[in-house]
Structures are given as C-alpha cells and as structure tokens.
C-alpha cells in the first residue's frame, strides 16, 4: 500500500499547477489609451513582418501598406484569430494522449477467514487500455486539419482588417478631396450672391435672380459641412480599423497615392485563378473538409473494440497471487456504431456542399467585380472630358473677363462649375477604386500586386 501511494505521488508531482490572469477593465482602456503608431514594439513588428529594417521612424508618410502593418498589430481581430488557433493547436495535443491505466486498490476482509494468512484480500492492479485500429492516428489528423482551418482563418481576418484600413483610408481621401473642391465652390457662390444683391439694389437683377443665387450658395455650404463631417467620421473609421485612439493619427502624414490609383482590369482568367488559390476562406473549408473526412475514418475505426490488459498482485488471505491477462474487451454484440458513422458521414457530405456552395460564390463575385470594374473604368473617360471642357470653360471665361468682355458674375460662376466638375470627376474616380476594391476582395489580392504588402499577409498567415 505504501509503494502505491509513493508511485501515486510520483505522478501527480508533474502536474500543471492553475495561476489566475484576471482581466481589469481599467487596464485595457489604459493600454488602449496610450497606442501609438511611433512605438518601439511596432517598429519591431515592421521590420520582423518586412524582413528588413524600417527607417526612418516613424515614417514621414503612412502608406496603405505600412497602415495595414499597424492594423495587423493592433486590430484585436486578429488577436482572436491567433487564439483561436493557439485553440487548436492545444487539440492536437490532446488528440494525441495515450489513455492513461487505470490503478485499483481492492480491498476485502474475510469472515472466518479461510487461509492460513491474514484475514483479507487486497492488492495493486493495473486496467492498461489498448486503441486499435488507428483511431488516435485519425483524432490528430481531425485535430490537425482542424488546426490548418484556423490557421488559414488568421490570413482570412488579416485580409478583412486590411480591406477595413483600406475602404477607411478611401473614405477619408475622398472626403478630404471634396473639402478641398467645395471650399472654393462655396467661396464663388457667396461672392456671385453679393454680386447679384448688389446688382439687384440698383434695379439689374430681379428678386428671383438673388433667391436662386442665394439657394445655391445655402446648398454649397450645407455640402461643405457634409463633407466635413464624413471627413471627421472617415478618420474615426480608420483609427478603429488600425486598432488605435483617433488621436494617434492627428500628427500623422497620410500617402494617398495607392488608394487614388486605378490600375487596370485583370483578365478573367487571371483574377479567377487568383481567387482560388489566394483565398484564404477557400483553403480553410478544404482544411474543415479533410478534418470531416478524418472524423468519419475515426468512426469506421470505433467498430473495432479497444483491448484492456489486466495485470497486478494480490494477497488473498496468506495467498499471492500474480495476474496477466485481458481484464476487459467491448463485445460490438448490439451496436457497431453505426450511428455516429451515419453522423459523420452526413457532416462530410455538408461539408463537401459548403466549400463548393463558397467556390461558386466565390467565382460568381470574381466574375461580377470583373465586370463592374471594367465599367467603372469606361465611365472615366467620360468623366475626364467633362472636366477638361469645365476647364475649358473656366479658362475662356477668365480670359473674356480679363479682356471686359465678360461680366464677373459669369468669370464666378465659371469657377464655381468647374470645381462642381472637378469634384464629378472626383466621384467617378472613387466609383473606380470602389469597384476595384470589390475586387480585390473577391481575389484577396491587392490591385495592383503590392509585392510589400503580399509578403506581410503571407508572414501573417504563416506566423506561429
């Protein structure tokens, strides 16, 4: 008895010890608080996810690609994303446990005691359990393939984080475009209402001329005031998107010129293949499929019963005794499993219709993306000559006015048309981006390649 509870002890001093993380509240608005894009635990995170150093920093300019690196670092998405994988990871392990024998310590008095020896019987054994027929092979493969599922979700929320950084740093470029152009509309349209009053006071212009003229500048400024706002709430949107207080980027200089850009349309081919090997969704339903297939192998395998091996010493009344054997097999008399095969077998079959239910609605995106870029892309040509005519126009009417042979009502209200032009053109160049955004995101790959930010999304879903 006293050798058993020495070995039980033995093997209970290597066990894991619990150690309480609580969570504080206050903590967390603190930590969030003081976030910033200048820190020294960022500028590691660049260089290691670059694989080369950054210099200087922080950067002069932020870019799409260094604000998604940031947004990788801090977007809490993706710290669920890395946990959840960390999840499963732990299930390989757990799949991969021996089942641990079992110790019993039977003890028996006797009365009359029929032996020459004490009157007892009482002794160590051991319950060995034995799997067969694969089965803890099967559950890592489950575990496993489970893991490569969530593994492949991290690259799939990265891709979604960076899309969010994205679509906020357009918004907000937009805004601040159309700030610039109506500022000066809204100027023009005061100075053409002083004008027309004036000319109304001296009996030129009729009311209606100052009632129109005063209509227009009103509209001219409540648009102003809108832009304003959708600037503030742009700006809102990407610190939310990085994962950082809206005050981090108050000091900061945005580079606009990949979000502005309008590259051309891939071929059909090209962005459909791109779509099927870059999709990170994709790859993991494939990973969710195998571990569906890996759990109908297990239950095929639970037909066969696992073995027991019975050994121990008894001391039975004066009496050793000393035993070898098989202290137990599960008899498949009454049930083969044929349910859980059943089980497993339909889970397999849904999973065989979601990944193809996600192919096609992933290659009916491409396909409709393609199509809508591309008429995104004939509609700016249009958009272009309408804005070189308003130059045009603009240009013409200054030169009359220089010359006294137009009015400065008219020179204005040229200069008012022309930034109504310039921001039609901005609309349509933002329609563009729009579209190819879409996409981008029916592919998961940027437009154009960003060779910068492929390797950092490719780090991201790799990164253990």
């Not at 969570?23 to 660049?46: C, D, N, V, Y």
């Not at 933002?430 to 995101?441: K, M």
């Amino acid at each position: 008895m006293r050798d058993a509870l020495l070995i039980v002890f033995i093997f209970l001093s290597g066990c894991a010890t619990y150690r309480a993380q609580p969570i504080a509240p206050a903590q967390l608005a603190q930590r969030f608080e003081t976030r910033s894009l200048a820190s020294g635990e960022l500028h590691e995170w660049f260089a290691r996810e670059l694989g080369h150093g950054v210099g200087p920093w922080p950067p002069a300019r932020w870019s799409r690609q260094s604000l998604t690196l940031a947004a990788w670092y801090y977007n809490p998405a993706l710290d669920v994303a890395r946990a959840q994988w960390g999840t499963a990871r732990a299930g390989i392990e757990v799949a991969d446990a021996i089942p641990n024998p079992v110790l019993q310590l039977p003890f028996e008095y006797t009365i009359p005691n029929p032996g020459p020896g004490a009157p007892f019987t009482t002794g160590p054994s051991l319950d060995i359990p034995i799997e067969t027929a694969g089965k803890r092979g099967y559950r890592v493969d489950q575990a496993s393939h489970q893991s490569e599922s969530a593994r492949l979700n991290i690259a799939n929320e990265a891709w979604k984080v960076s899309a969010q950084v994205r679509d906020a740093m357009l918004a907000l470029y937009a805004a601040r475009e159309r700030v610039s152009w109506l500022s000066p509309k809204m100027d023009a349209m005061q100075q053409i209402v002083a004008m027309v009053r004036k000319r109304r006071a001296v009996g030129e212009n009729a009311g209606p001329d100052v009632d129109a003229a005063l209509a227009a500048a009103t509209q001219a400024q409540a648009d102003l005031a809108s832009a304003r706002i959708a600037q503030q709430e742009a700006q809102a949107q990407l610190a939310t998107a990085i994962g950082v207080p809206e005050a981090a980027l108050d000091d900061i200089a945005i580079d606009f010129d990949a979000v502005a850009t309008v590259p051309p349309a891939p071929p059909d081919a090209d962005a459909r293949r791109n779509a099927m090997f870059d999709r990170a969704d994709l790859r993991a339903s494939l990973a969710d499929y195998a571990a569906a297939e890996s759990a109908l192998q297990l239950e095929v395998a639970k037909q066969y019963p696992d073995i027991h091996l019975g050994s121990g010493y008894t001391y039975d009344t004066g009496t050793n005794r000393i035993a070898f054997g098989l202290a137990g097999i599960t008899l498949p008399v009454f049930d083969r499993n044929h349910g859980g095969i059943a089980q497993a077998a339909a889970k397999r079959k849904e999973a065989a219709a979601r990944t193809a239910a996600l192919q096609d609605a992933i290659l009916g995106d491409v396909d409709r993306g393609v199509a809508r870029y591309r008429s995104s892309l004939d509609a700016l040509p249009i958009a272009e000559a309408n804005l070189a005519a308003a130059r045009r126009q603009r240009d013409s009417e200054a030169a009359g006015f220089a010359a006294g042979d137009v009015d400065r009502v008219t020179c204005t209200q040229a200069k008012a048309d022309y930034a109504s032009s310039e921001i039609g053109h901005l609309d349509a160049v933002i329609a563009a981006r729009q579209a190819a955004d879409a996409l981008e995101d029916a592919m998961q790959r940027p437009l154009p390649e960003d060779d910068a930010l492929n390797t950092a999304r490719s780090a991201q879903e790799w990164r253990k």
